[in-house]
């Protein structure tokens, strides 16, 4: 007797005209491609989302003291550091999570609920851009009231992506995908994003080590990507290239994370010169532009990949 998820998912791999005379409601096509109803990652994500708009809004509020050191002016800009790392200040960082990542923890899990194919593969990028974001105000800001909500944070995001990614069949968005997407384009793309990122931060670490000069700004930068950004990019990546299971269902949201934190450096250093009345630098802008547009323009193909397929067997 077939389970209502394997209908569904016989009914979303149904090739030619088959497919086209009982193709079936986004909803259901959505539901076929989860193994199980991610209920705690719905749940996680809505607490996640409070505790955002609360420590973003308490940051924000409470200005130099809480968490951004005691230079108001580069809390709300960005600095370079060792090896090029541009840093942001935990105030700007804190407006960014406000305005724009509040908003994608709230909607993705609901275009998801909703029977969105794209909503469903973003959304763990989400999760991922919220831990690694609090590794680094864990690691970096100063120690004060704001320190467990930011381990909570940290700790609630990755329990509720892994729900999620335990509940996303890979095997299935495998299958709707089919060849249309150029997993291994992607997942080459990933896994040199993220040997760029352990090149940048590895030498500039190492540097600072045997120089023995004063600890460096980027240190909480370095955490956050070395711990967990490369290991995640590159294993991701390697499981995409190898068309694995795994690597189709965190492929968009690696892409999706990588690009928010540019996105984040961009809007900092664009609004720069009227929080601290420094000098723009507009090159860097539109440098953090073109980066983040590297990791983004992938993601079309996860949009267009079933409509192209459709395309092959019409």
């Given at each position: 007797m077939s389970t209502p998820a394997q209908v569904g998912s016989r009914a979303v791999e149904a090739p030619g005209r088959a497919g086209r005379a009982a193709r079936p409601p986004k909803e259901a096509v959505?539901?076929?491609?989860?193994?199980?109803?991610?209920?705690?990652?719905?749940?996680?994500?809505?607490?996640?989302?409070?505790?955002v708009a609360a420590v973003s809004s308490v940051g924000l509020v409470m200005g130099s003291a809480v968490p951004s050191g005691p230079d108001p002016a580069a809390g709300y800009g960005i600095r370079t550091s060792t090896a090029g790392v541009v840093v942001p200040g935990f105030?700007?960082?804190?407006?960014?999570?406000?305005?724009?990542?509040?908003?994608?923890?709230?909607v993705l899990p609901l275009l998801a609920r909703r029977g969105s194919f794209l909503g469903l593969l973003l959304w763990p990028g989400a999760l991922f851009y919220a831990l690694y974001t609090y590794v680094g105000y864990l690691v970096g800001a100063p120690f004060g009231p704001l320190f467990l909500p930011h381990a909570a944070l940290v700790a609630l995001s990755g329990v509720a992506a892994i729900d999620l990614l335990t509940a996303i069949d890979?095997?299935?968005?495998?299958?709707?995908?089919?060849?249309?997407?150029?997993?291994?384009?992607?997942?080459g793309l990933l896994?040199?994003?993220?040997?760029?990122?352990?090149?940048q931060d590895g030498g500039g670490a190492l540097a600072v080590a045997l120089a023995g000069t004063a600890e460096p700004i980027s240190r909480h930068v370095w955490v956050a990507d070395l711990a967990f950004e490369v290991p995640a990019t590159v294993v991701g990546g390697l499981m995409l290239w190898g068309r694995r299971p795994v690597g189709y269902a965190v492929g968009a949201g690696l892409l999706f994370q990588f690009a928010l934190t540019p996105l984040a450096l961009a809007a900092i250093a664009a609004l720069q010169p009227i929080l601290t009345g420094s000098a723009a630098d507009w090159g860097s802008v539109v440098g953090l532009l073109a980066f983040a547009g590297i990791s983004l323009t992938p993601l079309w193909w996860f949009a267009r990949g079933r409509a192209a397929r459709r395309e092959e067997q019409g």
């Open positions: 959505a539901r076929a491609l989860l193994a199980r109803d991610p209920r705690l990652a719905y749940a996680l994500s809505l607490l996640i989302a409070a505790l105030l700007a960082h804190d407006g960014f999570n406000l305005t724009v990542a509040l908003p994608l923890l709230l890979g095997e299935r968005i495998r299958g709707y995908l089919g060849m249309a997407l150029p997993a291994r384009a992607i997942g896994v040199g994003l993220g040997l760029m990122t352990l090149g």
